[in-house]
């Protein structure tokens, strides 16, 4: 037969319970059968061998096989019969006394090794003893049998094979039918495996030792099955190999299994593709062999642009399908050569090999279109489907996480250049720059977050008209300090938590910093007129948020009419419907609501009276040259006499100096915020600078 370098998994071994003292009433030893050496001893054993049965593992035993013309001799004898007849040995035990015994052998496989089971017991006139001895070693023969493990032997000096019962069996040939020639048992195998298995035979029948393979049969009923087969070539005294067994067993459902679970670990289980592990690893593999073998490659990321819509309409059913639609209608336009998997949720990978950016894009540009020719229905409903996509060259200088950063952030520049787009990375590209940008600074911000490096900062409003609540008034603005202390672009970080979901974390967090502060300082808070708090239009169209919110109003004891929320006109008016159901329910507690930018919208007054807003803050852009440009002032005369109109108070932004501050004042603006009045401070400094607000509300006009 053949040896082998592969394995796969054993049958079950026989049990061991067989083995011990109370299933046999014999002294039982396990020798390896290409040393002689113990693999396993029962207690009666070790008795009689004066050793311990862990001692006794590893050694041979003194006239029990322990020589290679002993084992020989066995093999032969197993070759006629499935187990050596009784009879008496001398052997010697641990304390060098000489044991004649009465012993029987015969091959199994223990613990994945083939080894020969010896059973024996001090000479007894009581012959049945020898029955019962010749019926233990037939129950383990019926194991062997049982596992269905075949046994076969070659005498290479009379160059015939022999087979066992279950051998024919697993062959699905009858009993005896076997014709004992190698060419025969070879012309079971498959034609693909023969050639390699007679190599390997070759090899141990002449070199000897230890083999271990794996090849498929063709039975006669027409059914192919995948056989292991493992054992060992003998040598005599003269180093020449003389005799080979092996055992040999099926595998078919057990290689089947191994099959799927492999399949199964390397594909999505709902379209079939291969997984995100496996992309990654072949896009490891081909960054490798670029290192000797140059050659243009491209990773095509991409997605589906309303795949979240069909999710949040028709159910986490219609989105399975159309995920499984979409990867079978793509499957005809990629190559065998390249690599098609999806990433998780609606995202999906493409590596396309030897072939150059201008190819790669018309390969996009043929995805694209098919699914744009593609119409999705369910349960009557029909949706239009696009993909956004990025192209990224692989390089072999890059590594996988590179790539895949790339491909992430140019996907998000093809979403923002309008969905149902390609974007083509290229060195030096300023829209995935700046997409890096903002992932640095949420990534900042995340730090931030978790290191409690957030920072409340006060700007004061000061009133501009005589009837005006002369109270503190005051916006809250949010700092963010780096791990030197030193603050953080305000203006960046809030952008990229806008991009990157993270705006409602940091809302939550002011309103929590907000409101625990005020409860800290009561003396503060009776002299405090408003308090207004930043949120961001994600914010308010997030329903969770609001919960958030409304169960911070009703367990706060704060005197809620001090408190105000400003959102910017384009947040507000980009969502209309919610904005308003949010201001109308946070305003019953309470709570005042201000529109902030006021101005800086297309379609300002058209929207203004669908919100019930409280107080107008006009933007700043007209606010600064309000005293130099006639038009500046013409807006915000106009926005302020519309605000006063709807009984909302105005606040100007951007008061920087004393023409503009007596402008507004002339125009009628109640408040004003600004340079001129202070920039923001730590809120902990409040207390110690409130005389100096109040000395500020004194000034001139």
């Not at 390249?338 to 043929?366: H, P, Q, W, Y």
Request: glycine content about 6%; hydrophobic content about 40%.
């Amino acid at each position: 037969m053949v040896a082998a370098t592969n394995t796969v998994a054993l049958p079950r071994d026989i049990p061991a319970s067989l083995l011990d003292a109370g299933t046999l009433p014999f002294a039982v030893a396990l020798l390896r059968a290409n040393n002689g050496s113990v693999v396993f001893v029962n207690h009666l054993m070790s008795v009689i061998l004066r050793c311990s049965e862990d001692e006794l593992k590893g050694k041979t035993i003194t006239g029990l096989y322990d020589n290679g013309k002993q084992r020989s001799e066995v093999f032969k004898l197993l070759q006629k019969s499935t187990y050596v007849p009784p009879k008496q040995i001398t052997i010697s035990n641990f304390d060098n006394n000489k044991l004649t015994v009465t012993a029987a052998s015969s091959l199994l496989k223990y613990q994945n090794e083939l080894c020969i089971l010896v059973a024996f017991q001090p000479p007894s006139p009581d012959t049945s003893n020898v029955k019962n001895l010749r019926i233990a070693i037939g129950r383990h023969n019926m194991a062997l049998q049982a596992a269905q493990v075949g046994i076969w032997s070659w005498d290479l000096m009379s160059n015939r094979i022999t087979w066992d019962d279950t051998m024919h069996a697993l062959f699905g040939i009858k009993p005896g039918s076997f014709s004992g020639k190698q060419r025969d048992f070879l012309e079971y195998m498959l034609p693909e495996d023969r050639e390699e298995q007679l190599e390997l035979g070759r090899s141990y029948y002449q070199e000897g030792g230890k083999f271990d393979t794996k090849f498929r049969i063709l039975r006669p009923d027409g059914e192919t099955r995948v056989i292991i087969n493992r054992g060992e070539a003998t040598k005599n005294s003269q180093n020449i190999v003389v005799s080979v067994v092996g055992v040999c067993w099926d595998v078919t459902e057990n290689f089947a299994l191994s099959a799927k679970i492999e399949h199964q670990a390397l594909h999505d289980p709902l379209t079939g593709l291969l997984n995100r592990f496996e992309m990654q690893k072949r896009l490891e593999d081909l960054l490798q062999s670029l290192k000797f073998d140059l050659s243009e490659n491209t990773f095509c990321y991409f997605d589906l642009d309303r795949f979240k819509v069909v999710n949040d309409t028709c159910g986490h059913d219609a989105g399975d399908e159309l995920l499984k639609q979409i990867s079978e209608r793509l499957k005809p336009y990629i190559t065998e050569k390249d690599t098609f998997a999806r990433m998780g949720g609606d995202e999906f990978a493409l590596i396309m090999t030897n072939c150059s950016g201008d190819e790669a894009r018309k390969v996009a540009e043929t995805l694209l279109q098919a699914v744009q020719n593609f119409h999705f229905e369910w349960t009557g409903k029909v949706f239009d489907i696009n993909l956004s996509m990025a192209l990224v060259p692989i390089s072999p200088e890059k590594s996988v996480s590179e790539i895949l950063g790339t491909a992430d952030v140019s996907l998000s520049a093809a979403k923002d250049g309008g969905r149902g787009r390609i974007h083509e990375y290229r060195p030096h590209d300023s829209t995935v720059i700046r997409r890096h940008d903002e992932m640095h600074w949420v990534l900042q911000l995340e730090d931030a977050l978790r290191s409690d490096r957030f920072q409340l900062n006060f700007q004061p409003i000061m009133p501009l008209q005589d009837d005006c609540d002369e109270g503190l008034h005051y916006e809250v603005l949010l700092r963010v300090l780096d791990e030197s202390g030193q603050v953080m672009s305000p203006v960046e970080l809030l952008n990229a938590a806008e991009q990157f979901d993270m705006a409602t974390r940091v809302d939550n967090w002011v309103v929590n910093a907000v409101f625990d502060w005020l409860t800290k300082h009561p003396e503060h808070l009776d002299s405090l007129s408003l308090c207004s708090i930043n949120l961001s239009g994600a914010s308010i169209g997030d329903p969770n948020f609001l919960i958030f919110l409304k169960e911070k109003l009703k367990d706060s004891n704060l005197p809620l009419e001090k408190i105000s929320f400003e959102v910017t006109e384009n947040a507000a008016i980009k969502n209309i419907l919610k904005a308003r159901d949010f201001i109308e329910t946070i305003k019953k507690y309470g709570c005042k609501f201000a529109l902030d930018d006021f101005g800086s919208g297309h379609s300002s007054f058209a929207y203004l009276k669908d919100l019930p807003v409280d107080i107008l803050k006009i933007d700043g852009m007209f606010v600064k040259g309000i005293h130099l440009e006639p038009v500046n002032y013409a807006m915000v005369k106009a926005i302020n006499d519309v605000g006063q109109v709807m009984n909302m108070k105005t606040i100007a932004e951007y008061v920087e100096n004393e023409e503009i501050c007596n402008s507004l004042k002339e125009i009628g603006v109640d408040y004003g915020q600004g340079y001129y009045f202070g920039k923001s401070e730590n809120i902990d400094e409040i207390i110690v600078v409130d005389a100096t607000i109040a000395t500020m509300a004194e000034i001139p006009g």
